[in-house]
């Protein structure tokens, strides 16, 4: 069975583009989750959707970034425009609602130079 | 204030012994889960075990099982037999109570080298 796939797996950029990261969630799962890894704030949680509708976006860090789930099979997490400190592994992880247990996509490397 | 603790931010271990990362966690709803999942170099989460605050016998998977102290906050991952490959980065988790729906606040990590 497929895992979460995340494309791309590397992206490097220069200051003021569009990043854009897509995330496929396993077949079946209905809650979507977009993380942040950084050393200097561990993994932080972004935006979370569940059947597609979000939820939660209190961790995202400004109106410069955007993600939409236009259905159950793809999520988007864009950025525009990326800054230097937007540099981060970003995760996708998805789960089914009624259990707990997320599972993680091998995550996008950003930086943004 | 945190609400999952790891203290130890790095530990060795040596091989075929079994050691024990340290998690305590702070909430007060009744209902929540607990998680540990693993970070080897190459970057990927990897689920490993979970305990429900309901659940009265500790979790186990394989080598790994989970010391579930209710009263004290704690929910301490045991890796058994350890073995090289066991070498990562150690996250504990948790899912605060329905409400909250499957979001998952995580610890800082506990950094385990296995020595041969």
């Known amino acids: 069975d497929a895992g979460v796939i995340q494309s791309p797996r590397h992206e490097v950029t220069e200051m003021g583009q569009e990043v854009t990261l897509r995330c496929k969630p396993i077949?079946?799962?209905?809650?979507l989750f977009w993380y942040r890894q950084t050393m200097m704030r561990g993994l932080e949680l972004l935006i979370y959707?569940?059947?597609?509708?979000?939820?939660?976006d209190s961790g995202m860090p400004e109106d410069r970034f955007s993600a939409k789930m236009p259905n159950a099979s793809f999520s988007t997490l864009k950025i525009q425009p990326s800054e230097p400190r937007d540099s981060a592994v970003y995760f996708c992880?998805?789960?089914?609602?009624?259990?707990?247990?997320?599972?993680f996509g091998p995550g996008t490397r950003l930086t943004v130079t | 204030a945190q609400k999952i603790t790891q203290t130890q931010p790095g530990m060795f271990v040596q091989e075929k012994e079994a050691v024990t990362l340290d998690c305590t966690y702070d909430?007060?709803?009744?209902?929540?889960?607990l998680f540990w999942y693993k970070q080897p170099s190459s970057g990927e989460m990897i689920f490993l075990i979970y305990?429900?605050?309901?659940?009265?016998q500790n979790a186990t998977e394989g080598r790994y099982s989970l010391n579930f102290q209710k009263a004290r906050k704690s929910a301490n991952l045991v890796i058994s037999a350890s073995q090289l490959g066991d070498s990562a980065m150690y996250f504990c988790?948790?899912?605060?109570?329905?409400?909250?729906?499957?979001?998952?606040?995580f610890g800082g990590g506990t950094r385990v080298l296995v020595k041969p």
């Open positions: 992880a998805s789960s089914l609602l009624a259990a707990g247990e997320q599972y």
């Open positions: 077949s079946g799962h209905n809650s």
């Open positions: 959707f569940n059947n597609n509708v979000p939820i939660d």
């Open positions: 909430t007060s709803d009744q209902s929540y889960g």
């Open positions: 305990q429900g605050s309901y659940d009265e």
């Open positions: 988790a948790m899912r605060e109570g329905r409400a909250a729906g499957n979001k998952l606040t």
